[in-house]
């Protein structure tokens, strides 16, 4: 069903949807839009830091438990 719109169906809807909404509406809705995928990049990074950092700290710890019996067996 959406194959068959074309560009003359797009342009008309958008049309109409500029008429019911009105210009300011739909920039202030697609601000919202851009500052929600701003938020959702940034927490998908700010997740990946997280992780990275703990790998990071699980990676800087690589001393035994109990390092005296260590040196006793070297």
């Known amino acids: 069903m959406?194959?068959?719109i074309?560009?003359?169906g797009l342009l008309l809807?958008?049309?109409v949807v500029l008429v019911l909404f009105?210009?300011?509406k739909i920039?202030?809705?697609m601000g919202e839009v851009g500052k929600g995928i701003t938020a959702f990049k940034k927490g998908v990074s700010d997740g990946t830091q997280e992780l990275e950092d703990e790998?990071?700290?699980e990676?800087?710890?690589v001393t035994p438990e109990n390092a005296e019996d260590h040196k006793d067996k070297v």
């Open 2 to 4: 959406l194959n068959n």
């Open 6 to 8: 074309g560009l003359p």
């Open 22 to 24: 009105g210009r300011g």
């Open 55 to 57: 790998r990071s700290e």
């Open 13 to 15: 809807i958008a049309v």
């Open 27 to 29: 920039s202030s809705l």
């Open 59 to 61: 990676a800087k710890d």
